[in-house]
């Protein structure tokens, strides 16, 4: 099974360096994987972002709301973080901000977080944030269609935990 | 039990032995930042705000004792202000599966909670990770 040659024959590295804008291209613009080899041991695939988008879009986030007097707080359980403010908008500002503090922290230190046992599972949904930060659209992937002000949040009060 | 304040937790860190740290994008910005490496391998963090307030949400401030401190009970917390004293939890069993994950491998996957719950926090991940990289 090893030993068979694989239908989509890898790029060599060196070769993707001499037409890197070809390659991008293909990945990007016409939305095909290129696997890229270096040395017969390294191995990658360049996806274009709407491919990775595609690849996550079963993976949601569940943000839980949590109101107290003079402030209120968006906890999302999927990295353990949570936003703060004195309303509803602006907790949901500083969980961005918190997500996309995360995102940072797991990929620069990506060698820990991964084999860390309370942060390997979030991985997919580091790509999912990493994906729609990159794509704008940060804040619509991580509440989804939840309401972004008290009073919304009042009318839909039902949905809100 | 009390609810904390934001130096309550801020003293929990330095009692604990965390390291402070600034945010990734190196903000400063109006929290304290920690970080502790468990003798599992397990990465906590938690923030602390600049502000004197108390978390008033008994909700929030479970899964900030519990998620973000990697703690057992809420007694540790207070325990640890109390002596000074670090959680003794280094030489302890690996932290248990995430409740947020239980939850995935029940509603999404269709697991039994007597299995997802029977699963280690290793065999869990992994059962989420095949779940999501199949294709539907």
Redesign the interface.
Known sequence: MGDQEPAVKPLNLSDVRDRISEVFTDAVVRHRPVPIARGGKDLGVLLGLEEIVRLVEGISFEPEVFKEDGAVNVWLPEFQVYGRGKDLAAARLDLLDEVRDYVLEYLEEIDSYRAAPNRRAHFPHVIKALAADLSGHLDSIIFADRPTTQAEEGLAAAHVR | MPQPTFDDIRRFCEIDGWSKKE???G?T?DHDRYVK?LG??????T?A?HSK?Q???P??WH??WK??L?LESEEQFWAALRTSVPVEREAKA??GT????IRRLIHQVGLTEEVALSLS??E??AR??RF??AP?
């Open positions: 945010s990734a994008r903000k910005g490496r599992d391998g397990s990465i906590v963090r923030k705000s307030d978390i008033g949400d909700r929030l899964r900030i998620e973000q990697g690996p932290k995430p409740d947020w994950l926090p290793e869990a991940a989420w990770e999501i990289s539907r």
